[in-house]
């Protein structure tokens, strides 16, 4: 079991920046694939990018490839999203997540997850 702490989110103008990290506990983080999630007010929650075990493999919907940017440091137990060139319609709750599917594909097949940091971005 690994439980997941995601930290870095706050408020931001419309074309900034910010970056996430999630810090994992237990001694298997490399086994997991990590996932980001986001949920905005009355909306599901949707998929933001997965990187693979290896962190060699990443993927994003189109709704943020080319500004985020997903990645993992094994020998610290963390996860990170770089967000870039943000967007109002990226205010959100941004929660990280864990599995150990070799590819999961929604968000159903994470069985962890952290409590959630909040990202607000203003026009």
């Known amino acids: 079991q690994v439980q997941l702490v995601e930290s870095g989110g706050g408020l931001v103008q419309a074309g900034g920046s910010l970056r996430l990290s999630c810090s994992a506990s237990?001694?298997?983080?490399?086994?997991?694939?990590m996932g980001w999630f986001r949920q905005a007010p009355g909306k599901e929650r949707e998929f933001v990018a997965r990187?693979?075990?290896?962190?060699?493999?990443?993927y994003y919907p189109d709704s943020v490839k080319g500004r985020f940017t997903i990645s993992r440091d094994n020998a610290k137990n963390t996860v990170y999203l770089q967000m870039n060139s943000l967007k109002p319609e990226d205010t959100a709750v941004y929660y990280c997540?864990?599995?150990?599917?070799?590819?999961?594909?929604?968000?159903?097949?994470?069985?962890?997850w952290g409590q959630g940091t909040q990202v607000t971005v203003s026009s």
């Open positions: 237990g001694r298997t983080f490399e086994n997991y694939v």
């Open positions: 997540a864990a599995s150990l599917n070799l590819y999961p594909s929604s968000r159903y097949q994470y069985p962890y």
């Open positions: 990187v693979m075990r290896s962190g060699g493999s990443t």
